[in-house]
């Protein structure tokens, strides 16, 4: 059963954006999530519904920006002056706990995951 339905990864030269889509459903948290060949996922960023609050990983802070628009089902990631380490897998992820939020950066507080959208970025 799909949840989540990631779309807006490619390729580009550093420098310039791409806006990552996720549809499908919405929860307490929702997050980003990234991860490359033979690591574990890494904490992007993250929305909290009730109150719009949201938090970013220290690269991300300044050039990511993530946003919902409740009406579409949806949350967006714009990235910004990418760069090539932002090369990876882009997966979002819904966290329907209340307790999402606290462990937000974990991946255990997120029950639903898209099948991720490759992001590459080159010199």
């Known amino acids: 059963q799909v949840q989540l339905t990631e779309s807006g990864g490619g390729l580009v030269q550093t420098g310039e954006s791409l806006r990552l889509s996720c549809v499908g459903r919405?929860?307490?948290?929702m997050s980003w999530f990234r991860q490359v060949p033979g690591k574990g996922r890494e904490f992007v960023a993250a929305f909290r519904r009730t109150d719009g609050n949201t938090n970013y990983a220290n690269f991300a802070k300044g050039r990511f920006t993530i946003s919902r628009d409740s009406a579409k089902n949806a949350v967006y990631l714009q990235m910004n002056n990418l760069r090539p380490e932002d090369t990876a897998v882009y997966y979002c992820?819904?966290?329907?706990?209340?307790?999402?939020?606290?462990?937000?950066?974990?991946?255990?507080?997120?029950?639903?995951w898209g099948q991720g959208t490759q992001v590459t970025v080159r010199d």
């Open positions: 919405t929860a307490y948290t």
């Open positions: 992820a819904a966290g329907p706990r209340s307790d999402s939020w606290a462990y937000r950066y974990r991946t255990e507080s997120y029950d639903f």
